[in-house]
């Protein structure tokens, strides 16, 4: 049960509560009915109120007793900014001070949200703004779904699709990220099916696996940026823990369990991982897995000792994948212009980072 960290309220954070978990709260805490928990689960994730006096079908004094004992999570926006391309990234200021940065990304007939599961991140990718910025604190449920609710509430237009790919490394925050995306995907709610959900992860020890035994075949992304062994240490610090062959054994088990492709991210880093023999390398370690590669070009971040690799090095080391590789795109950089592309999320307010 998540409870408010102050210790002066100790309000249950209702909306980060899965609908199993709210039902046996509001009976055996609260003494309600069951049916209740159906009707607040849908005031608060589908009609996305606020206030327990906006439940109208609650009597009076339910609705107070709700409010002396919970409380239901909403962010304010503090900032927005617009893209040219009609990215727009958010930034929720918490409870405690925090900020932390979610994108909206049209892409017609899909709209996405890219979420953030923690203030900062301990992962410490190189190329990272958000990574460069340490890690402060994992986000609650609640916080994740706030978001969420933040983003739908500033558009007319539904939110199709989730991505997990903002400030943090998602497994690092499972429990939270696990009950996040039941109540997402929970048909009572806002219910963005699993399939639409992808969680993003730079591969951590038991953060694959954890995801394959969920029900829901969420989509699943490895933000790889490298299939040799030095080059990605490099990169990714935290590979240390999880070498490309435990990596590849996880992924694979991902893909047979689930029957779903994964995808591997690949950002391509100018005479770091953007030659022919981590070309090669790449094809060989992908060649054998159900996936799609979605290679994309590094943005600048301040300080990070690297570059925007030139078209001609890409051209050549997408020529080389081409033939060996199942599906490769190209991705289009979202929102670069306002830093909410990848790796570009950061703690200064100018962006979050896209694992
Ligand atoms: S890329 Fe993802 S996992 Fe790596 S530091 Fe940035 S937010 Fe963390």
């Known amino acids: 049960m998540q409870m408010d960290s102050g210790a002066k309220e100790q309000k249950v954070k209702i909306s980060g509560l899965t609908f199993p978990r709210l039902k046996e709260w509001v009976t055996s805490e609260l003494g309600m009915k069951p049916f209740r928990a159906q009707q607040l689960f849908s005031w608060i994730h589908l009609k996305r109120v606020h206030s327990f006096h906006q439940m109208t079908d609650i009597s009076l004094s339910a609705r107070n007793q709700l409010d002396l004992a919970c409380e239901i999570t909403a962010f304010e926006i503090c900032n927005t900014i617009a893209a040219d391309d009609g990215t727009v990234k958010y930034s929720f200021r918490l409870e405690d001070g925090e900020v932390i940065e979610s994108v909206l990304i049209p892409d017609p007939p899909r709209l996405t949200a890219c979420l953030s599961t923690q203030a900062g991140c301990r992962c410490g990718c190189t190329f ?29 237009d539904r939110i ?3 991505v997990f790919m903002g400030m943090g490394e998602p497994m690092d925050n499972f429990p939270a990220l696990s009950d996040a995306l039941s109540i997402i995907s929970d048909d009572r709610g806002i219910c963005i099916g699993a399939r639409k959900i992808t969680v993003s992860t730079v591969g951590i020890p038991g953060g694959i696996e954890k995801l394959t035994q969920l029900d829901g075949q969420y989509g699943l992304a490895v933000s790889l940026h490298s299939a040799v062994e030095s080059t990605r240490l490099k990169l990714v610090p935290v590979s240390k823990a999880l070498p490309l062959r435990e990596l590849k054994r996880d992924m ?43 290679l994309l070009i590094y943005n600048p971040v301040e300080g990070a000792p690297y570059r925007r690799p030139d078209s001609e090095s890409v051209n050549r080391f997408m020529q080389h994948l081409y033939p060996r590789c199942q599906a490769v795109i190209l991705r289009r950089s979202r929102g670069s212009d306002i830093a909410a592309a990848c790796g570009q999320l950061g703690p200064s307010g100018r962006s979050t980072s896209l694992n």
Request: hydrophobic share 35%; glycine share 10%; charged share 25%.
């Open 252 to 294: 694979m088990n991902y893909v047979n369990r689930k029957g779903r492709r994964i995808t591997l991210e690949y950002c391509l880093i100018a005479g770091i991982n953007d030659t022919l023999e981590e070309a090669s390398a790449l094809a060989e370690f992908a060649g054998d897995i159900e996936c799609k590669i979605n």
């Open 160 to 162: 199709s699709n989730v």
């Open 128 to 156: 990272c703004q958000t990574g460069r910025g340490g890690f402060r604190r994992n986000l609650r449920t609640d916080e994740i779904v706030a978001q969420l609710y933040g983003l739908q509430n500033s558009t007319d």
